[in-house]
């Protein structure tokens, strides 16, 4: 009987093959089974940055949020969105950042243009270029709350309509100079509330004015403008300089003339209170002893007047001794010497 020929006599037959496969069976199925826990286990694995946070969901449910670390998850069951909900965001009006860094390089075309162009209370506009920096605090909120998960969409809407309606109060002036602090508190309320009415889940930090000028049509006028604001203010405040310097000085001499005047009035007082007591004592002791007191009051004259009157000589012709006595006679009936007019002569 004749043997089937084979196209290839060294393959093996298929006894051999079943037989090769029996005996490779269990090593091939460890093989897979090892090869699917592998990808298992690289697919439920999952790692959350720290600042980041993991939204998971389940068949598209949300089901929990991780926390950042190293996480599972069902595969091909459980999906994770992850969020920069511990960074600080931000959205650009009136301008788009194309490369940031030392020197950031920035772009503007006519969306950017529409963004920054807003009515004044005054019936001016103005060119605002101003950043809204947020944070995302309710991670499910931002996802799911929002159709199409557009919140960043969203934000700018209510950010661009909130400053429109906070620039609508103001003036051109207040716009471009003393107002935009107030300005920029007031934006920051209004875009919070509107966020958390909306229900975004995002939390605005601060905004940030980068950039408020006059379009570019009218700039030549508002500079001259200004020019003539700043030069009325200067002159302004070199009145109030004087002023200041002066006004403070006069009134400062006033206060010292009249300080003078009083002090003059209190010494006179002084002076005149101390004189009458002075005589009210003299006249006491001259009521006791007159005749002491009228002596002591003449040597203390005579004691003040001859040092002023240098070395004098006074002679009388019709004294007993030629001269003048220093003392007239006290003794009670006696008069006093007669005076040096009447006298012969007078030496020096």
């Not at 595969?75 to 860094?101: N, S, Y």
């Not at 107030?182 to 601060?206: H, K, P, Y």
């Not at 006004?247 to 101390?274: D, H, S, W």
């Not at 005589?279 to 002596?295: D, I, K, M, N």
């Amino acid at each position: 009987m004749n043997q089937p020929q084979y196209p290839f006599p060294d393959m093996p037959s298929g006894a051999d093959i079943g037989k090769l496969w029996r005996k490779l069976k269990p090593m091939i199925t460890i093989i897979v089974l090892i090869l699917i826990a592998i990808i298992l286990a690289v697919t439920s694995y999952y790692q959350v940055e720290p600042e980041e946070v993991g939204v998971v969901t389940r068949f598209g449910r949300f089901t929990e949020i991780s926390e950042p670390g190293p996480h599972f998850r069902i595969p091909m069951v459980d999906a994770v969105i992850k969020v920069p909900a511990k960074q600080q965001l931000k959205v650009e009006f009136g301008f788009r950042t194309v490369e940031a860094g030392d020197k950031s390089i920035f772009t503007r075309d006519l969306e950017t243009s529409a963004e920054s162009m807003m009515l004044t209370g005054d019936l001016n506009v103005a060119m605002l270029e101003w950043i809204a920096h947020y944070q995302i605090a309710d991670p499910y909120a931002y996802l799911f709350k929002v159709r199409g998960m557009q919140t960043e969409e969203t934000l700018r809407a209510l950010g661009e309509s909130t400053m429109r309606e906070v620039i609508g109060d103001y003036s051109i002036t207040e716009v471009l100079t003393t107002g935009r602090e107030e300005i920029l508190r007031n934006g920051r309320a209004r875009l919070s509330d509107m966020c958390e009415r909306f229900e975004t889940g995002v939390t605005i930090q601060r905004i940030e004015l980068r950039n408020s000028a006059p379009p570019d049509p009218v700039k030549p006028s508002f500079n001259e403008v200004n020019q003539a604001e700043q030069e009325r203010d200067r002159l302004q405040n070199d009145a109030w300089a004087e002023y200041n310097k002066e006004i403070p000085r006069a009134k400062g001499e006033a206060r010292q003339v009249l300080q003078e005047a009083e002090g003059y009035a209190v010494e006179r007082v002084n002076q005149a209170k101390g004189d009458t007591s002075r005589f009210l004592a003299l006249q006491r002791q001259y009521a006791r002893s007159p005749e002491v007191t009228r002596t002591r009051l003449y040597l203390e004259t005579m004691n003040k007047i001859l040092p002023r009157a240098g070395k004098k000589l006074y002679s009388d012709a019709g004294s007993k001794n030629g001269v003048v006595p220093l003392l007239y006679p006290i003794t009670q009936g006696m008069t006093p010497a007669a005076p040096a007019a009447q006298g012969a002569g007078v030496a020096r």
